[in-house]
């Protein structure tokens, strides 16, 4: 790791973490051996598992759970909010009371390609591959292939 990380005191990395320079973490959780790429940001209350690979230009924001095995391609956006917003009908600035945080989670062993969008609320199941480009806006199955906007299954996964 260099000076040119931000890694706020409050993230715990694992064994054997490699994380590259330019990257800004804070309040996550990084298991052992996972490998994050140059200009990642990943937030508070992510947990990313053992032995995954979160590659560069990558963004993982709150209510995001990735197990164990996961690879995480460039340029890929996680999203919180459903229907984002910057002030209240009132005009003022939403706060954190103002919005309803969902949560996603990539079960074990899933990939997902270079910039892909995961829309909030989603499960990608184990062994899960998302196409490059993809936006996923609902479930992806176990062990299945999915691409296109909106993401669809294609296939199984070899």
């Known amino acids: 790791m260099t000076d040119l990380n931000r890694i706020a005191p409050d993230v715990v990395l694992g064994d054997n973490v490699s994380v590259v320079a330019f990257v800004n973490l804070y309040g996550c959780t990084v298991g052992d051996d996972t490998r994050i790429g140059p200009f990642v940001e990943i937030q508070s209350g992510v947990t990313v598992g053992a032995r995954?690979?979160?590659?560069?230009?990558?963004?993982?924001?709150?209510?995001?759970?990735?197990?164990?095995e996961v690879f995480v391609g460039h340029h890929?956006?996680?999203?919180?909010d459903r229907d984002p917003r910057s002030t209240n009908p009132d005009g003022s600035l939403q706060t954190?009371?103002?919005?309803?945080?969902?949560?996603?989670?990539?079960?074990?062993?899933?990939?997902?390609?270079s910039g892909a969008v995961i829309l909030p609320g989603v499960e990608i199941g184990e062994g899960a591959l998302v196409g490059?480009?993809?936006?996923?806006?609902?479930?992806?199955?176990?062990g299945t292939v999915v691409a296109g906007v909106p993401g669809r299954p294609l296939r199984p996964r070899a």
Request: glycine share 8%; hydrophobic share 40%.
């Open 132 to 142: 490059a480009g993809a936006v996923v806006t609902r479930d992806v199955p176990a």
């Open 96 to 113: 954190a009371d103002d919005w309803e945080l969902l949560t996603t989670v990539v079960r074990r062993g899933a990939s997902i390609g």
């Open 76 to 80: 890929v956006c996680f999203t919180n």
């Open 52 to 68: 995954c690979k979160i590659s560069s230009h990558t963004f993982i924001c709150e209510g995001v759970t990735i197990e164990d």
